[in-house]
Nanobody
Framework: QVQLVESGGGLVQPGGSLRLSCAAS????????MSWYRQAPGKERELVAGISSTGRSTNYADSVKGRFTISRDNAKNTMYLLMNSLKPEDTAVYYC?????????WGQGTQVTVSS
């Protein structure tokens, strides 16, 4: 079965950096586009960044462009999100996502808190 496991969240000061990881299993990772989403308290879940199956194509929400970098290592079945220049408004639970055989799959999420 499809499994997505996020890690790497934590508490960081404004201006700091974190790298999130998403370990995938249960499907042919290298054949599918992947995405990062986030959900802040009281808000809807929103798309943060997406990456094509090969990693050659990426897209970002305007709010994170220039600060976040999405990448993947198909040999390790793992996707990453490098987050730099973090702001308090980046505080949220971050989820990885794959659309596989007409179903959306989510990990359990990892909390990112940006606070001084």
């Amino acid at each position: 079965q499809v499994q997505l496991v996020e890690s790497g969240g934590g508490l960081v000061q404004p201006g700091g950096s974190l790298r999130l990881s998403c370990a995938a299993s249960g499907f042919t990772f290298s054949s599918y586009a992947m995405s990062w989403y986030r959900q802040a308290p009281g808000k809807e879940r929103e798309l943060v960044a997406g990456i094509s199956s090969t990693g050659r194509s990426t897209n970002y929400a305007d709010s994170v462009k220039g600060r976040f970098t999405i990448s993947r290592d198909n040999a390790k079945n793992t996707m990453y999100l490098l987050m730099n220049s973090l702001k308090p408004e980046d505080t949220a639970v971050y989820y990885c996502n794959v659309a596989y055989r007409r179903n959306n799959y989510w990990g359990q999420g990892t909390q990112v808190t940006v606070s001084s």
